[in-house]
DNA sequence: CCGGATCTGTAACAAAGGTCACATTTTAAA
DNA sequence: TTTAAAATGTGACCTTTGTTACAGATCCGG
């Protein structure tokens, strides 16, 4: 099963050799979702792949206030835990299952051999960092240069398109979290953007139509 | 010259072998303070490695509205230069002189050879994006999280360390650019700063005694 | 089917930041 | 020295976002 799926995921950017390392050394990780992969000031033994299901990215400031960074899908990895991992630091940010998901769970030890032995893998983690290092942009973009009510939409755009499902199950206080505002504030946008005929609400969940 | 500035700013990190290969093919450019030296979408041919002075790094949006991302002091390097260098892709930043500065220039083609040649290279890559990586997060916690005086505050003491002095030579308009907001909000928020002793206003310039 | 818990809608108000207008000060160039 | 340009100070006002309060809707367990 494992070997299904990472060859599924992985196979087009990782040599036949690397792949028979990580099923060798890696184990599988089942996460139901909602569930924390990774904690804030965690020390990180392991550098997960994600084999299935999504991921979200979490930053938290000194008052416990949250903020989404970005998602993950099949195929990343998370490139802030990998620079701790490397670093031998505490993660920064916390990790949370979106979907229900898998994961092969990398040995730290193993990293730095690969590094070596493998381009492939050289590869994808100077990728991975490229591609961490361009979603931070778009977060820095998204939250400096544009207001909530745009904000929102995209928030909305991003979440249907990881649960690959316009009808989304959230309430406007989960939201509100993520974007760290307010639930009176969502509510009101979320009403406007139902006037707009781009969304419809009900309890507990959004249709998203028309962005 | 170029090698006694190398030296001193990296001799800890690279090996002899190294320096050698940096000397041989790396280029000395000098650039004043003010001048640009990435542009936004520009094709990135080497990799600049900071030898003296200090680097701005800016992000613009659609409107060309700018917002400073952070400092970068010797020893340091782009990482998102970095990883642009490494994917071949456009500079999503623009990096401007903050000061007078020296760099030594690297050609692409190098940097590959290097990763798999030099240990302490790969390690300087990796530890690159990761500071990079952390200073990201802090701009990050910085916009989402503090109010626009807190942010002023911040600024002005980094700018104060970077320059290595008290006084600063800048202009409320220039702050304004920085920090993506109007002169008048700065110009309020700096004599608020003033009122409270924490700084003194003269024209042009401003002296940072105690924030 | 009742009652508490959760979720949503909305009004009223406060605070932060953005905009406009204009006066005053300072500087530098002619 | 005069004058235009640049920089600063400030009042008035608007928009966006945050806060508080409360009412009504919906759900779920007993």
Redesign the pocket.
Known sequence: MLEKDLREAYHFIFEEELLQEILKFGTLKEVKAGETIIEISDYVKNMPLLLEGAIKILREDKDGDELVLYFLERGDTCAMTLSCCLGQTKSEIRAVAEKDTRLVMIPIEKMEEWTSRFKSWRNFVFESYHSRLTEMLDTIDTIAFL???ERLMRYLQDKAKINQDEQLQI???EIAYDLH?????I??L??KLENEGKIR?Q??SILVHDL
């Open positions: 207001n909530m009510d309430t406007h206080q505002t307010s639930r009176v504030v509510s009101r979320l009403k609400l309890r507990n």
